[in-house]
C-alpha cells in the first residue's frame, strides 16, 4: 500500500480492494472519478494493467473505412454526418466504390478493416452483404470489423427483420467481429442531449448479447467529456460490466474523448489531460471482466496515448488510415501512422510493442509485409478523401 503513495484517504479502501483482486462498486467508482489524486488512481490502474498484460501494449495494422455519412439520426455530439435531405452534400459509395476506397492502401501487412457509416435510409442488409462478400473476394485475408450494434439495430428495423437475421446474414457474408461504437452515455438524461434520435442505452446492451451469442466478438466504448457527471461514466462501465458477465463478448473498451468542433456542442471544450487520464484509469479499475483498454491515440493525441499506457491502457488501437469521424470533428492528431511510429510511441513509454490482430492474436511482425497502410512510412491520406456523392439508390 505504501508505495502507492495515495494522497486522498479515500482511495485506500479502493487500493485494499485492488491489492486483493476485489471487484469495485460503484462508491468506489466515484471516488475515483472525482478525487484529485490523479497519480494515485493511475498507480492502481496500473497495478491491474500490468497484472494482466505485464509489460506489453498491443497495436494492429488497420484502415477505417466509412460507406456513408448520411445519416437519419442527426446526433448532437456528431461532426461526421450528413442529415438525408442534405445528401448530395455527403457520399454513400456503390459496393465497387467502397472496395477502390479500401483499396487505397490495404496491403497484405493490413489486417484489419474498421466499417462504420451514417445511418443511410436505403442501405438494407442487402447492401452490407453485397459489401462484405466484395471485400472478402478482394482482400481474403482481411479481418472485418463492422457495424456497431447502433447500425445493426437500425439495418434490423430498416429490413423489417431482427437482429438475429441480420448478424446471421452478414456473419455468411464475411462479417469477423463488430465494432464498440454507439454507446456514448448509457443514461438517458445525456442521451436526450447527445443523441436522443439514437438506439437507447438499454436496446445497445441488448443487441451487444445478441452478437455475443450468436458467437461474434464485439469492443465497447463510452464517449466522455461532455454533459455527463462523473458518476454516469461509472454507471456506464457498470452496466458494461454487467452486460460482460452475462455474455463475454466484449474483447476491449475504448473511451472516447469528445470532441466538440462541428458539432452543435461546440460551445463545450474538449477534454484535458487530467481527465483523459483519470477516465483511462477509472475504466481498468471499474472494468475488472474485460481484458483489454485502449488508448485511442487518434482522439487522445499521441503524448497523452503514450502516457495513458501508465494508466491502464494496453493498446494503441492501429495505423488508422483514413479515419474520418474524429477529424470531421477537428481531431489534430491527424490519420495514418506508421507501424515504425506507433512502435516508437510504445517503446518510449517503456512497454514493449506486440502486433495483433483484431482477435488480439499475436503476429509476427516480421511476417506481417506490405508496403502502405502498415509500412515504416505512413502513406499520406491527403489524396485520399471522400469522392464526391454518388447516389447508391
Ligand atoms: S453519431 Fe452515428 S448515428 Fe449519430 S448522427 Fe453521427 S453517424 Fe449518425
Redesign the pocket.
Known amino acids: 500500500m505504501d508505495q502507492l503513495r495515495l494522497r486522498d484517504d479515500r482511495l485506500r479502501p479502493v487500493a485494499a480492494k485492488v491489492l486483493a483482486g476485489r471487484r469495485l462498486d460503484r462508491d468506489d467508482g466515484v471516488v475515483i472519478a472525482s478525487t484529485a489524486d490523479l497519480l494515485g488512481v493511475g498507480r492502481l490502474a496500473n497495478l491491474v494493467r500490468e497484472r494482466l498484460h505485464g509489460n506489453r501494449t498491443y497495436y494492429n495494422v488497420n484502415r477505417h473505412l466509412n460507406p456513408t455519412?448520411v445519416?437519419?439520426?442527426?446526433?448532437g455530439?456528431?461532426a461526421?454526418?450528413v442529415p438525408w435531405k442534405e445528401k448530395d452534400r455527403g457520399w454513400t459509395y456503390t459496393v465497387e466504390e467502397a472496395v477502390d476506397v479500401a483499396a487505397r492502401d490495404v496491403d497484405e501487412s493490413v489486417s484489419e478493416l474498421h466499417i462504420?457509416?451514417?445511418?443511410h435510409p436505403k442501405l438494407k442488409v442487402d447492401y452490407y452483404e453485397e459489401l462484405f462478400r466484395a471485400l472478402k473476394i478482394r482482400f481474403p485475408w482481411v479481418h472485418l470489423k463492422a457495424l456497431?450494434m447502433?447500425e445493426l439495430d437500425f439495418l434490423a428495423s430498416l429490413s423489417r427483420t431482427t437482429v438475429e437475421e441480420v448478424v446471421d446474414r452478414l456473419k455468411k457474408a464475411g462479417l469477423d467481429s463488430c465494432p464498440g461504437?454507439?454507446a456514448e452515455i448509457f443514461a438517458p438524461r445525456v442521451r436526450e442531449q447527445i443523441?436522443d434520435?439514437?438506439t437507447s442505452g438499454e436496446r445497445w446492451l441488448e443487441v451487444a448479447s445478441i452478437v455475443h451469442r450468436l458467437g461474434l466478438k464485439s469492443n465497447c466504448t463510452m464517449l466522455y467529456g461532455h454533459v455527463e457527471r462523473a458518476e454516469e461514466r461509472v454507471d456506464h462501465l457498470l452496466a458494461l460490466r454487467v452486460q460482460q458477465d452475462a455474455s463475454g463478448g466484449f474483447q476491449c473498451l475504448i473511451p472516447l474523448a469528445f470532441h466538440p468542433a462541428n458539432t452543435e456542442l461546440d460551445h463545450l471544450p474538449s477534454t484535458g489531460g487530467r481527465l483523459d487520464l483519470q477516465t483511462i484509469a477509472l475504466s481498468r479499475l471499474m472494468l475488472d471482466n474485460v481484458p483489454h483498454l485502449k488508448a485511442y491515440w487518434i482522439m487522445l493525441g499521441e503524448k497523452v496515448a503514450q502516457v495513458a499506457q501508465h494508466f491502464g491502457a494496453n493498446d494503441l488501437d492501429g495505423t488508422i488510415h483514413d479515419e474520418r469521424?474524429t477529424q470531421a470533428a477537428g481531431g489534430s492528431a491527424g490519420t495514418g501512422i506508421s507501424r515504425r511510429r506507433l512502435e516508437f510511441l510504445i517503446r518510449e513509454a517503456d512497454r514493449i510493442p506486440v502486433l495483433r490482430d483484431t482477435l488480439y492474436r499475436e503476429i509476427d511482425p516480421s511476417l506481417s509485409g506490405g508496403s502502405s497502410a502498415g509500412s515504416d512510412v505512413a502513406s499520406s491520406t491527403a489524396d485520399s478523401g471522400p469522392p464526391a456523392s454518388v447516389a447508391v439508390s
Not at 445519416?71 to 446526433?75: I, L, P, T
Not at 462504420?116 to 445511418?119: M, W
Open positions: 455519412n445519416c437519419v439520426a442527426s446526433c455530439l456528431c461526421f454526418y462504420v457509416s451514417g445511418l456497431t447502433v461504437g454507439g443523441c434520435h439514437k469521424i
